[in-house]
C-alpha cells in the first residue's frame, strides 16, 4: 500500500500567543529605551524617541497585553486603543496608529492564518503612512513598509518562524538603509531612533517565536547604562527654533474626521503632524510655536483631554551634555525670564481651568493672559497638580541623560503636586530619583531651584545639593499683599463682611509664608498711598542686614507697583540679584490681580 503524502496542517495565528509575542517585542523596545534616545536626531534631537516608545508601549503592556485575550480581534482592538491612548513623540503615535490600522483590518477574527495577518500588517503600515502630513523616508515608516510587503510576498505558510525571519531580515536591511535616505542620519552616524524602536520589537518578537520564553526583565529598574550623551547632540542643536513645543493631546467623539484635522493643523503651520487613531479617539501630535492654538483647532473637531506640550529646547539642552544631577521644579516656580534656559531647569506644567476649558499653565496660557480672563470670566479658575504620569514622562527622559534628579515641589501643605511627583517616582527609579519639599511657592520656590541648578551645574553630587537646599529652605523668606479680597470673597475664602471692612479701613494685609509652608497673616498696612514702597520697607525690617541678597518680586497684573516694590527692597538691602516677574496663577488664582509678592534668599548661606 503507497503511503499517503503528509499534508502539514494550515497554521492559525491565535489570541494567547499573539499576546506573548507582543509582550516580548515591548520588553525589548522598554528595555533598549536609553539607547535609542542617544541616538536620536530627527525629526529633532530632543534625546527622547526611547522615553516616548517605553511610556506608548508601557500603557499597552500594563492595559491590553496584561489580560488574557482568546481573540485576536479582540486583543489587536485593545491595544490600538491602549497605544492612542498612551502615544508619545511622533514615534509613539506612529506606532499606535500601525497597531489601530492593523486591528481595524483583522477585524472580528478570533483566529486568522498568516497570509490575511500579512495583508492586515500591510495595512497598518499604510495607515501609519497616511497619519503623517509629511511622510518621509529613511524613518520608521520605510521600516515597517519593508516589514509588511515581505511577509506579503510569502506563499502558503507551514512554518512561521520560516515566514517571520526573512522579513525581519528585510527591516533590519531597511534600517541600515536610513541614512542613505536622511543626511541628518549619516552626518551623526546613526540610524533613525524610531526605525531602530521598531526593529526592537520584531527582535523580541522574533526571540520570543525561537526560546518560547518571555524575557522578564524588571522594568521598573533597570539599570542606568552608559548615560554619557551622544555627541552628535551637542552638534544638531539648532532644530527649528519656530516650532519649540512639541505638543499633543487626545480627540474623543463619533466621527471623528483625521483629514480635516490634518488639512486644519497643517494650515497652523505645525511640522512633524501626526494624525492617529480611528473613527472615535485620535491621538494628535504635531510641534508648533503655541500649543493652546493647536488645542484650540483640535476642540473643533472633538473633545479634547490628555493635553501636554513638551519644550524641545530644554530636552535639546539636556540631550547635549546634561550634567550629573538633572533639576527639575513645576510651574508654581515664578523662574525669571531667560534662567530656565541658562541654567537648564525643566518645568512640569500644572494645570488650570475656567470652566470646562483646560489650560496648561504658563505654555497654554501665560500670566497675562490669565489676568486678563480672570477679570472677564464669570467661572472662577482652578488649578489643579500635574498627574503621575506628566511627572513620570518627564522623569523618565531626565533619567535617560542624567544619573540623577532632583525634583523641587511647590510647599506639601498647600498642593498635592509633590504627592503626585512621588508617586510617579515610585513606578519609575526611587534610587535615583529625589524629591524636595520647598515649603514655599513662586518666588520664594524659583529661588531654591536657582541655588540647586547652580550647584548641580558646578558639579555637586545630590547629597550635596539636598544639604544645601536644607540650609536655604528656611532662609528663604517669602511675603505677599494683596489690596483687593474681592477674588477671595467670590471664592468663598474669606467671609463677605471682610472686604467691607478693608476697604472701610483701608487695609491691606501682608500675609507670610511659614516654616511649614502655609501663609499666614503677618501685619498689615493701613492708608492707600505709597503701599509699594511700604511694603518693601516692610520686608527690608524683618530680614538680617548686613547680608548680601537674592530677590524675587512678583506682581499679579501690576507691574507699575511690582516695580516700585523692587526698588525700595534694592534701595533698603543689598541685593546681589534682584528679578521682577508676573506671578502665574499658583498664587494670582487666590489673591487676584494687583497682588505682590516679595521673595528673599541670602547669597551667603
Known amino acids: 500500500m503507497n503511503a499517503v503524502p503528509f ?50 508601549l508601557g500603557t499597552v503592556l500594563t492595559g491590553a497585553l496584561s489580560r488574557r485575550t482568546a481573540s485576536v480581534g479582540e486583543l489587536l482592538r485593545k491595544v490600538g486603543e491602549d497605544a492612542i491612548d498612551g502615544a508619545r ?54 521600516v515597517i513598509s519593508a516589514f509588511a510587503d515581505s511577509l506579503e510576498q510569502r506563499g502558503e505558510v507551514t512554518d512561521m518562524r520560516a515566514w517571520f525571519q526573512p522579513a525581519l531580515l528585510q527591516a533590519q536591511r531597511a534600517l541600515a538603509n536610513t541614512p542613505n535616505q536622511l543626511p541628518v542620519l549619516l552626518k551623526a552616524g546613526v540610524v533613525d531612533a524610531g526605525a531602530q524602536g521598531f526593529v526592537d520589537l520584531l527582535e523580541g518578537i522574533a526571540e520570543f517565536m525561537a526560546t518560547g520564553l518571555l524575557d522578564l526583565v524588571n522594568l521598573e529598574n533597570q539599570s542606568s547604562g552608559d548615560l554619557e550623551a551622544a555627541q552628535v547632540h551637542g552638534e544638531l542643536l539648532d532644530a527649528d527654533p519656530e516650532h519649540r513645543w512639541c505638543s499633543e493631546c487626545l480627540l474623543l467623539g463619533e466621527g471623528l474626521d483625521r483629514p480635516g484635522l490634518r488639512a486644519a493643523v497643517t494650515d497652523l503651520g505645525a511640522s512633524c503632524v501626526v494624525v492617529a487613531g480611528s473613527h472615535s479617539r485620535i491621538r494628535l501630535h504635531a510641534h508648533v510655536a503655541n500649543p493652546q492654538a493647536l488645542f484650540d ?23 547635549a551634555g546634561g550634567g550629573r544631577v538633572a533639576i527639575i521644579t513645576d510651574s508654581s516656580a515664578d523662574l525669571p525670564d531667560g534662567l530656565a534656559e541658562a541654567l537648564n531647569i525643566h518645568v512640569v506644567p500644572l494645570r488650570l481651568n475656567f470652566g470646562d476649558q483646560d489650560y496648561l499653565d504658563k505654555i497654554g496660557l501665560t500670566p497675562h493672559e490669565f489676568y486678563r480672563k480672570l477679570r472677564e470670566e464669570v467661572v472662577l479658575p482652578r488649578t489643579s497638580q500635574p498627574s503621575p504620569g506628566d511627572f513620570r514622562r518627564q522623569f523618565e527622559f ?112 501682608i500675609a507670610k509664608i511659614v516654616p511649614a509652608g502655609r501663609l499666614s497673616i503677618a501685619g498689615g498696612l493701613f492708608g492707600q498711598k505709597r503701599v509699594p514702597e511700604r511694603f518693601g520697607a516692610y520686608v527690608a525690617r524683618r530680614v538680617l542686614a548686613g547680608r548680601r541678597w537674592r530677590v524675587i518680586v512678583g506682581h499679579c497684573d501690576a507691574l507699575a507697583e511690582g516695580e516700585a516694590l523692587l526698588a525700595e527692597i534694592k534701595r533698603r538691602l543689598d541685593c546681589q540679584d534682584a528679578w521682577l516677574v508676573e506671578t502665574g496663577p499658583a498664587i494670582g488664582a487666590h489673591a487676584g490681580p494687583g497682588a505682590l509678592v516679595a521673595c528673599l534668599q541670602p547669597v551667603d548661606a
Open 7 to 56: 499534508v502539514p496542517p494550515r497554521l492559525r495565528i491565535r489570541g494567547p500567543a499573539l499576546r506573548r509575542a507582543l509582550i516580548a517585542g515591548a520588553r525589548r523596545v522598554i528595555a533598549h529605551r536609553e539607547t535609542l534616545n542617544k541616538i536620536n536626531v530627527f525629526p529633532v534631537p530632543d534625546g527622547d524617541t526611547g522615553s516616548n516608545l517605553a511610556f506608548t
Open 89 to 142: 513623540g511622533n514615534s509613539g503615535a506612529i506606532f499606535a496608529q500601525f497597531f489601530t490600522g492593523l486591528a481595524e483590518a483583522v477585524g472580528e477574527q478570533s483566529t486568522m492564518p498568516p497570509q490575511l495577518l500579512a495583508q492586515a500588517i500591510q495595512a497598518g503600515a499604510q495607515s501609519a503612512r497616511g497619519a503623517l502630513a509629511e511622510p518621509r523616508e529613511g524613518t520608521i515608516l520605510s
Open 297 to 319: 483647532v483640535a476642540a473643533r473637531f472633538g473633545r479634547v483631554e490628555a493635553t501636554k506640550a513638551d519644550d524641545m529646547h530644554a530636552q535639546q539642552r539636556t540631550a
Open 398 to 509: 531626565l533619567l535617560s541623560h542624567h544619573p540623577a534628579l532632583i525634583y523641587l515641589g511647590v510647599a506639601r501643605a498647600v498642593s498635592g503636586t509633590i504627592q503626585s511627583a512621588e508617586t510617579a517616582i515610585q513606578r519609575g527609579h526611587p534610587d535615583r530619583s529625589f524629591v524636595f519639599d520647598t515649603a514655599n511657592a513662586a518666588g520664594g520656590q524659583a529661588l531654591l531651584a536657582i541655588a540647586a541648578a547652580e550647584a548641580a551645574q558646578r558639579g555637586d553630587e545630590t547629597a550635596d545639593i539636598l544639604a544645601r537646599l536644607e540650609r536655604l529652605r528656611p532662609l528663604t523668606r517669602t511675603w505677599a499683599i494683596t489690596r483687593d479680597v474681592s477674588l477671595a470673597v467670590r471664592g468663598g475664602r474669606i467671609p463677605a463682611w471682610s472686604k467691607a471692612v478693608v476697604q472701610g479701613l483701608g487695609f491691606t494685609p
